[in-house]
T-cell receptor, first 115, second 111 residues
């Protein structure tokens, strides 16, 4: 069965600082991986996805993530955080091998940005 | 193109009442799913479906029923609401192997 952990419940960074949000997954086969963002009171927006190929993927809003199979990780990064990035971030993993796959989410990391 | 449409947006139920949360998508997606979102728990998968007539349980299926009679619709039924089911519910759909498209959510309170 798939599972996702996000070790950091809450992170606070200063505007302009760099950001890394951690995500570790457990899945027996080749996964596909996502990061979603949820602003307060809003729905979920896809930031980026990894299916195959280049392990460094670029997303919207200047975010990127790197898939490291050896570490079962898919950490999200941004070189310079903006105040509007304050939100909840969710990592998710899906099964790639079968039609009966499902997408499982981590518990989320809440990001606060200090002006 | 409406995407994923959830109704209602808000609902208050008394313990023991039943209700159905509606979800419809117009993107011809095979896969549809229901999640509940609770503080500190992220999104937990309740039930999902990979096509009409096919459903399966997710992480937290107890207390919820689903059916998938058409590709477009995937209603979630609460047979006897409990306070523990107070949550925000999201419906999502996708083509298999692609990212999820989410509805705007239903905020349910059970008193």
């Amino acid at each position: 069965a798939q599972s996702v952990t996000q070790p950091d419940i809450h992170i606070t960074v200063s505007e302009g600082a760099s950001l890394e949000l951690r995500c570790n997954y457990s899945y027996g086969a080749t996964p596909y991986l996502f990061w979603y963002v949820q602003s307060p009171g809003q729905g979920l927006q896809l930031l980026l996805k990894y299916f195959s190929g280049d392990t460094l993927v670029q997303g919207i809003k200047g975010f990127e993530a790197e898939f490291k199979r050896s570490q079962s990780s898919f950490n999200l990064r941004k070189p310079s955080v903006h105040w509007s990035d304050a939100a909840e971030y969710f990592c998710a993993v899906g099964a790639k091998e079968t039609s009966y796959d499902k997408v499982i989410f981590g518990p989320g990391t809440s990001l606060s940005v200090i002006p | 193109n409406a995407g994923v449409t959830q109704t209602p947006k808000f609902q208050v139920l008394k313990t023991g009442q039943s209700m159905t949360l509606q979800c419809a998508q117009d993107m011809n997606h095979e896969y549809m799913s229901w999640y509940r979102q609770d503080p500190g728990m992220g999104l937990r998968l309740i039930h999902y479906s990979v096509g009409a007539g096919i459903t399966d349980q997710g992480e937290v299926p107890n207390g919820y029923n689903v059916s998938r009679s058409t590709t477009e619709d995937f209603p979630l039924r609460l047979l006897s609401a409990a306070p523990s089911q107070t949550s925000v519910y999201f419906c999502a759909s996708r083509l298999l192997g692609s990212p999820l498209h989410f509805g705007n959510g239903t905020r349910l309170t059970v008193t």
